[in-house]
């Protein structure tokens, strides 16, 4: 839209540095940024030599920007949260899905945490993600991720974020091992289609008997927008031997909800039921790909919590 012109945008608010092979770095972020900055009537840069010198899509020319404001330079650390027992089931049926040599997706959160803690005796593992976290870094220097069998960007992880610590952004400053890419890339399915058996890995709030996915609403409370979630979920279907995975635990974390839902009622749909393949709990693995309504609703059944599962059988043969 943005690069269409259909949205439009009068001022870009950015951080930026100089790099020292010349221009600018955006450092941690470059997603949507060179597209803002171009669609742009007016660019303001603040100058935060906290950033690492990243390059890539993350580099701007310096007439990019128009007004050069001294930051404050600092940058807020957002270290990898610690995930519950729960999580840390669901993760290891989710790693039990991945061969070695393939290529994940894996984004920021608990979950996410989890499931690369899980992949810890895998090898030569790929990474092409829309953002990173701090755990990239230990699954490198394991030798658990080498990216030698990606098919493309060999030896080298993608992303369009990294949302860590300082150990990342040093990581990422300091390694050819890092490619910072904008969406256009990292989303695209075209691009995700020519990995080798790509897995992508999201999660959701809630997932109907149908195989229709909620990631945005919790208790009548708004948690976030649709994301990259479907690109990466369409991407991981369209690699030759990869797969989408949607991992979730079967409750809420107070225990009172199934997250195996018979309906998501007014509830949006994130990722639709023609685009799903496996959901992940702590119970098991439901492969929907191919399946009947009645079918589907068997699997998912069979991967909720047992105290929730003959309520929704009830409430699925009911509706």
């Given at each position: 839209?943005?690069?269409?012109?259909?949205?439009s945008?009068?001022?870009?608010?950015?951080?930026?540095?100089?790099?020292?092979?010349?221009?600018?770095?955006?450092?941690?972020?470059?997603?949507?940024?060179?597209?803002?900055?171009?669609?742009?009537?007016?660019?303001?840069?603040?100058?935060?030599?906290?950033l690492?010198?990243?390059?890539?899509?993350?580099?701007l020319d310096?007439?990019?920007?128009?007004?050069w404001?001294d930051?404050d330079?600092?940058i807020i650390?957002m270290?990898?949260?610690?995930?519950?027992?729960?999580?840390r089931?669901?993760?290891r049926q989710?790693?039990?899905?991945?061969p070695?040599?393939?290529?994940?997706?894996?984004?920021?959160?608990?979950?996410?945490?989890a499931?690369?803690?899980?992949?810890?005796?895998?090898?030569?593992?790929?990474?092409?993600?829309?953002?990173?976290?701090?755990?990239?870094?230990?699954?490198i220097?394991?030798?658990?991720?080498?990216?030698?069998?990606?098919?493309?960007?060999?030896?080298?992880?993608?992303?369009?974020?990294?949302?860590?610590?300082?150990?990342?952004?040093?990581?990422?400053?300091?390694?050819?091992?890092?490619?910072?890419?904008?969406?256009?890339?990292?989303?695209?399915i075209?691009?995700?289609?020519?990995?080798?058996?790509?897995h992508?890995?999201?999660?959701?709030?809630?997932?109907?008997?149908?195989?229709?996915?909620?990631?945005?609403?919790?208790?009548?409370?708004?948690?976030g927008a649709?994301?990259?979630?479907?690109?990466f979920?369409?991407?991981?279907?369209?690699?030759?031997?990869?797969?989408?995975?949607?991992?979730?635990?079967?409750?809420?974390?107070?225990?009172?909800q199934s997250?195996?839902?018979?309906?998501?009622?007014?509830?949006?749909?994130?990722?639709?039921?023609?685009?799903i393949?496996?959901?992940v709990?702590?119970?098991?693995?439901?492969?929907?790909?191919?399946?009947?309504?009645?079918?589907?609703?068997?699997?998912?059944?069979?991967?909720?919590?047992?105290?929730?599962?003959?309520?929704?059988?009830?409430?699925?043969?009911?509706?």
């Open positions: 839209m943005l690069r269409a012109k259909a949205l945008l009068d001022i870009a608010l950015i951080q930026a540095r100089r790099h020292p092979g010349g221009g600018l770095t955006l450092g941690v972020v470059c997603d949507f940024t060179q597209a803002m900055v171009e669609a742009a009537r007016l660019v303001i840069a603040l100058d935060n030599e906290m690492p010198a990243t390059g890539g899509d993350a580099l310096e007439d990019d920007v128009d007004v404001v930051g330079h600092r650390d270290p990898d949260p610690e995930p519950s027992p729960v999580e089931l669901v993760a989710v790693a039990a899905l991945i070695d040599g393939a290529t994940v997706q894996l984004g920021i959160g608990t979950l996410p945490v499931v690369a803690t899980a992949l810890s005796d895998h090898r030569n593992l790929g990474v092409h993600s829309g953002v990173v976290s701090d755990v990239l870094v230990d699954l220097e394991r030798g658990v991720v080498t990216n030698a069998c990606k098919g493309r960007d060999h030896g080298v992880t993608v992303t369009g974020g990294l949302f860590g610590t300082q150990r990342l952004r040093d990581f990422a400053q300091g390694s050819e091992a890092v490619a910072m890419r904008n969406a256009e890339y990292t989303h695209s075209a691009t995700m289609a020519t990995l080798r058996r790509f992508s890995i999201n999660s959701a709030i809630e997932v109907d008997v149908t195989g229709q996915v909620n990631s945005e609403i919790a208790g009548g409370r708004y948690l649709v994301g990259g979630q479907l690109d979920v369409r991407g991981g279907v369209a690699s030759n031997a990869g797969a989408s995975i949607i991992a979730l635990p079967s409750v809420t974390p107070d225990g009172k997250r195996i839902v018979a309906s998501l009622g007014s509830r949006p749909v994130t990722t639709p039921r023609s685009d393949d496996v959901v709990t702590e119970h098991g693995a439901a492969h929907l790909a191919g399946c009947s309504l009645a079918e589907r609703g068997r699997r998912l059944v069979a991967i909720a919590h047992p105290s929730f599962r003959e309520e929704i059988d009830r409430q699925m043969r009911a509706g």
